[in-house]
């Protein structure tokens, strides 16, 4: 009778994973093709497939800024929406996230660092590209360790959603503060780079940089996948956790550690992104309504993948000229999201139990 | 031999002994009833004997290991547990749940064998639970979810399983049904450790009855001689007349 069950389930999961990895593949397309030049989805689509064409214009565009930028949009949304995921299960908490439990300020401390120390000891850009990415990944992601263990110990106590906002935000303000006088002692050009830096962009990628923050969050995102089990476990409580021959303190420091990786590396290339990495797990719970993190894990992925391109093709403003920065898109329409999603919480506990 | 046994056990908190000196003795397909008041110990013993807690001193064996040192893994195998605290998902399916119990034995991606699904419907069979499997947690009532909870440590196959007052918040006719399951449970040879306030209900089906009192050595009989002696009332506190 259950081997009759799995059987049928795992052919509707099947039908909704290939639902959503055309999707996916329709919005990348899609996203591809527009923007301030028009390409029509017909030339993107061979350009994908490896035929030349033959505007040379086009083609480059194509290359140098419309492919990396898709590219990255996949990656921060898988990236951003698993953190998320992981840190709502870790804390059993609905508004936990990497913006609101300031990850995003700690990975920005690391970033403030590497660039103010790194020019005033003019060093910066002596260094080859590569490492320079490679030291901001890795700043960013110590940032948000930081951050994101304080905050954990601090959760694993409180589970009210309201305190764990508020020392969440005390963070990010905390740390906005050492950042501003860090900004006061620098120069312009510094304060320059950090200002742009903390806008977000998903364009400012090169193929060297995408290099970097690829295989992070591909390695973020098989280590999610290896959490799983575990997460499951943890959905139980952590006594029944426990008693499943679960080690707490060891998983609880490898999804910091992967939560970290994830959002930290992101934040480093494309700053501060507000509001995916809380949205995504819960409309993947919601449409889906499962629990259950070997299917949450990749629902996450794609969601987060598709959502992160279709803001961003919202922020071309297509047929237009002018761009929006990208936070600025996710958090207009994130927010009213997580306003929503805090009004019908009668339905958010069940997930959580409060 | 015995499944579990303790040497010269000391349970508390910190600097807190709740109850020294025990000498503890659970056989295999034995159902066990722990009484006594509230705040005497009995959910701090249970999680002694079950390792989640350190002893303050004296050990607990579970067959000829200490239970220190069998790793938590392979104690999961050993001991299953159903406490009084819901389960913290609760939009969980009864089916995803009970594969949870399955956790010790499945796959590193939690995938299950045909073991597994084996124990799982096995744990359905006997608590009669089929007609719940695509019920969600918070769709349950508290009898159902009881037996629910008591499915899911079935499906972890172990030779002890522990519930923590299994029968609190039930109406008086699924306390019966779960501490009959739990009897039915303990006559394939596991063995069943519960506490309890329903001491007329539990002396029915329980083989023994540890008494609990603050102070006291830990007393040890059968329920109706517990009763019959005038010791359940003693632990209790009771005055003259009830019971």
């Given at each position: 009778?259950?081997?009759?069950?799995?059987?049928?389930?795992?052919?509707?999961w099947r039908l909704?994973?290939v639902?959503?990895?055309?999707?996916?593949?329709?919005?990348?397309?899609?996203?591809?093709?527009l923007?301030?030049?028009?390409?029509p989805?017909?030339?993107?689509?061979?350009f994908?497939?490896?035929?030349?064409?033959e505007?040379?214009?086009w083609?480059?565009?194509?290359?140098?800024?419309?492919?990396?930028k898709?590219?990255?949009?996949?990656?921060?949304?898988?990236a951003?929406?698993?953190?998320g995921?992981?840190?709502?299960?870790?804390?059993?908490?609905?508004v936990?996230?990497?913006?609101?439990?300031?990850?995003s300020?700690?990975a920005?401390?690391?970033?403030?660092?590497v660039?103010?120390?790194?020019?005033?000891f003019g060093?910066?850009?002596?260094?080859?590209d590569l490492?320079?990415?490679?030291?901001?990944?890795?700043?960013?992601?110590l940032?948000s360790?930081?951050?994101?263990?304080?905050v954990?110990?601090?959760?694993?106590r409180?589970?009210?959603?309201v305190?764990?906002?508020?020392?969440?935000?005390?963070?990010?303000s905390?740390?906005?503060?050492?950042?501003?006088?860090m900004?006061?002692?620098s120069?312009?050009e510094n304060?320059?780079a950090?200002?742009?830096?903390?806008?977000?962009?998903?364009?400012?990628?090169?193929?060297?940089?995408?290099?970097?923050?690829?295989?992070?969050?591909?390695?973020?995102?098989?280590?999610?996948?290896?959490?799983s089990?575990?997460?499951?476990?943890?959905l139980l409580?952590d006594?029944?956790?426990t008693s499943?021959?679960?080690?707490?303190k060891?998983?609880?420091?490898l999804?910091?550690?992967?939560?970290?990786?994830?959002?930290?590396?992101?934040?480093?290339?494309?700053?501060?992104?507000?509001?995916?990495?809380?949205a995504?797990?819960?409309?993947?719970r919601?449409?889906?309504?499962?629990?259950?993190?070997?299917?949450?894990t990749?629902?996450?992925i794609?969601?987060?993948?598709?959502?992160?391109?279709?803001f961003?093709?919202?922020?071309?403003?297509?047929?237009s000229?002018?761009?929006?920065?990208?936070?600025?898109?996710?958090?207009?329409?994130?927010a009213?999201?997580v306003?929503?999603?805090?009004l019908?919480?009668?339905?958010?506990?069940?997930?959580f139990?409060? | 031999?015995?499944?579990?046994?303790?040497?010269?056990l000391?349970?508390?908190?910190g600097?807190k002994?709740?109850s020294?000196?025990?000498?503890?003795?659970i056989e295999?397909?034995?159902?066990?009833?722990?009484?006594?008041?509230?705040?005497v110990?009995?959910?701090?013993?249970?999680?002694t004997?079950?390792?989640?807690q350190?002893?303050?001193?004296?050990?607990?064996f579970?067959?000829e290991?200490?239970?220190?040192?069998?790793?938590a893994?392979?104690?999961?195998k050993?001991?299953?547990?159903?406490?009084t605290?819901?389960?913290?998902?609760?939009n969980?399916?009864?089916?995803?749940?009970?594969?949870?119990?399955?956790h010790?034995?499945s796959?590193?991606?939690?995938?299950?064998?045909?073991?597994?699904?084996?124990a799982?419907?096995?744990?359905?069979?006997?608590?009669?639970?089929?007609?719940?499997l695509e019920?969600?947690?918070?769709?349950?009532?508290?009898?159902?979810?009881?037996?629910?909870?008591?499915?899911?440590?079935?499906?972890q196959?172990?030779d002890?399983?522990?519930?923590?007052?299994?029968?609190?918040?039930?109406?008086?006719r699924?306390k019966?049904e779960?501490?009959?399951?739990?009897?039915?449970?303990?006559?394939?040879?596991?063995?069943?450790?519960i506490?309890?306030?329903?001491?007329?209900?539990?002396?029915?089906?329980?083989?023994?009855?540890?008494?609990?009192?603050f102070?006291?050595?830990?007393?040890?009989?059968?329920?109706?001689?517990?009763i019959?002696?005038?010791?359940?009332?003693?632990l209790?506190h009771?005055?003259?007349g009830v019971?």
């Open positions: 009778m259950i081997r009759q069950h799995f059987d049928t389930s795992i052919s509707k909704v994973f639902g959503l990895a055309v999707a996916l593949v329709l919005v990348f397309l899609l996203s591809i093709a923007g301030s030049v028009r390409i989805i017909s030339h993107t689509f061979h994908l497939i490896g035929q030349p064409l505007n040379a214009g083609q480059s565009i194509l290359i140098n800024f419309r492919l990396p898709a590219l990255t949009a996949v990656l921060v949304g898988a951003l929406g698993l953190s995921l992981q840190m709502q299960t870790l804390f059993r908490n609905p936990a996230g990497p913006f609101i439990l300031g990850v300020s700690g920005g401390l690391g970033v403030a660092l660039i103010f120390l790194g020019f005033s060093v910066y850009f002596g260094i080859p490492a320079r990415d490679w030291l901001l990944v890795v700043s960013a992601a940032g360790f930081l951050v994101l263990s304080v954990g110990l601090a959760a694993i409180i589970r009210n959603s305190s764990l906002l508020i020392i969440g935000l005390m963070f990010g905390t740390i906005s503060a050492v950042v501003s006088i900004q006061y002692f120069q312009a304060i320059q950090y200002v742009i830096w903390s806008f977000g962009s998903l364009g400012s990628l090169s193929w060297g940089e995408l290099q970097v923050l690829a295989p992070v969050v591909i390695f973020g995102c098989l280590l999610s996948f290896a959490l089990k575990r997460l499951n476990a943890l409580g006594n029944y956790a499943l021959g679960l080690n707490l060891t998983t609880r420091l999804i910091i550690v992967n939560t970290s990786l994830l959002a930290g590396s992101v934040t480093a290339f494309c700053g501060p992104i507000a509001f995916v990495g809380l995504i797990p819960h409309l993947a919601m449409l889906f309504n499962t629990s259950n993190h070997l299917l949450l990749p629902l996450v794609l969601l987060g993948a598709v959502a992160m391109l279709i961003d093709i919202i922020a071309q403003l297509p047929g000229d002018a761009v929006l920065p990208i936070n600025a898109v996710t958090s207009l329409l994130g009213p999201f306003i929503w999603l805090v019908r919480r009668n339905n958010l506990h069940y997930s139990d409060q | 031999m015995s499944l579990l046994h303790t040497h010269d000391a349970i508390g908190y600097k002994t709740l020294a000196g025990l000498n503890l003795v295999p397909g034995q159902l066990i009833g722990l009484i006594g008041q509230n705040g110990g009995k959910s701090t013993l249970m999680r004997l079950c390792g989640f350190a002893a303050l001193s004296g050990e607990v579970i067959g290991k200490a239970i220190k040192s069998i790793p893994s392979e104690l999961a050993k001991i299953s547990v159903v406490l605290e819901k389960p913290g998902a609760q969980l399916t009864v089916l995803e749940l009970i594969s949870l119990g399955r010790p034995y796959g590193w991606l939690g995938q299950l064998r045909e073991a597994d699904v084996a799982m419907e096995r744990a359905f069979e006997q608590c009669q639970i089929h007609y719940l019920k969600r947690l918070h769709q349950l009532s508290d009898g159902q979810l009881q037996k629910v909870m008591i499915a899911r440590a079935l499906a196959d172990t002890l399983i522990v519930l923590d007052e299994p029968t609190s918040h039930l109406d008086l699924n019966v779960v501490l009959e399951l739990l009897k039915h449970v303990s006559t394939t040879g596991k063995s069943v450790l506490s309890t306030h329903e001491i007329t209900l539990a002396a029915k089906v329980c083989d023994t009855f540890w008494g609990m009192d102070g006291q050595p830990i007393a040890i009989d059968l329920p109706d001689n517990m019959r002696s005038g010791q359940v009332k003693q209790l009771l005055q003259e019971l």
